[in-house]
């Protein structure tokens, strides 16, 4: 794996493009429960599905400018993968743009998530020309709602995800929340 291929460093940790060698680390990832437990399924991906879909979508990204997608994020001390950020055409609203983050449990609690969101977002301000950021997390998990506000985001709305978003939960358990920065108007 070529570390060299980032885009954007903080003083912790470094991120950079995915590659097809990566699928090993997503795999990790995403095997553990406290990881899924507020993800839509809480289930692991398969590695068939991160190699035949996962990556080559993160991939694709890489060739849309300004920059955007997914990027594999590493402490910069001993370069050990932690997990990754994204900043996409959010899937809902699409003309904004979605931040999203997924760390392993040995990341949390340390303002990590939040310094990985802050660098994406003031990228996406000053240099990529964005006009606006928005996140959403499923209402109870407080962590996350927590990394939002620390990186600037502001509470927009309550919602619920569909069942078919987050299949097997109750309407309570499918509660969430959107918070939002507004980083100019709108082009018109």
Not at 107 to 121: F, H, N, P, Q, Y
């Amino acid at each position: 794996m070529n570390d060299c291929t980032y885009l954007l460093e903080t003083s912790r940790m470094y991120l950079r493009r995915f590659q097809m060698e990566d699928a090993g680390a997503l795999f990790d990832l995403d095997s553990d429960p406290e990881v899924m437990r507020f993800v839509s399924t809480e289930c692991p991906t398969p590695m068939a599905r991160i190699q035949t879909d996962i990556l080559p979508r993160f991939l694709a990204y890489y060739e849309q400018l300004p920059p955007r997608g997914f990027w594999a994020a590493h402490l910069r001390d001993t370069r050990q993968f932690i997990g990754w950020f994204h900043l996409r055409p959010d899937k809902i609203t699409p003309d904004e743009m979605e931040l999203g983050y997924r760390l392993r449990r040995s990341a949390w609690g340390k303002g990590l998530a939040t310094e990985g969101s802050r660098v994406l977002i003031d990228k996406a301000s000053t240099e990529w020309g964005y006009w606006k950021i928005s996140a959403r997390a499923l209402a109870a998990n407080l962590a996350s709602r927590r990394v939002m506000e620390k990186a600037g985001l502001s509470f927009e709305e309550n919602f619920i995800y569909a069942p078919e978003v987050i299949p097997g939960r109750s309407e309570e358990e499918r509660r969430a929340v959107k918070y939002s920065l507004v980083l100019r108007q709108p082009a018109t």
